[in-house]
């Protein structure tokens, strides 16, 4: 079983940046991919971007690519999305999946008005 807690969510502005983390338990975090969706309201769950277990080898949606960057510190058994150039259409709730099995409970990012 691998437990997983996102954090650094909360209020953005359009053209700034955010950090979120996922910090997953279990000593096995290293052997498995990471991959982070978001829900915004009234749509269904989306990806946005998946980081292998190595780190090596990442793949975006089109829709962030350029803007947002996914990585991993596996010693920290910690996945990152660092989020840049945010647009309007980026807030919602983020969640990590570890494994394609694992979720975290998703965090909020919200727009500023």
């Known amino acids: 079983q691998v437990r997983v807690v996102e954090s650094g969510g909360g209020l953005v502005q359009a053209g700034g940046s955010q950090r979120l983390s996922c910090a997953a338990s279990?000593?096995?975090?290293?052997?498995?991919?990471g991959t982070w969706f978001r829900q915004a309201p009234g749509k269904e769950r989306e990806f946005v971007a998946r980081?292998?277990?190595?780190?090596?080898?990442?793949n975006y949606a089109d829709s962030v690519k350029g803007r947002f960057t996914i990585s991993r510190d596996n010693a920290k058994n910690t996945l990152y999305l660092q989020m840049n150039s945010l647009k309007p259409g980026d807030p919602g709730i983020y969640y990590c999946?570890?494994?394609?099995?694992?979720w975290g409970q998703g965090i909020p990012v919200t727009g500023s008005p």
């Open positions: 999946n570890i494994c394609r099995v694992f």
């Open positions: 279990g000593r096995t975090f290293g052997d498995y991919d």
């Open positions: 980081i292998d277990w190595s780190g090596r080898n990442t």
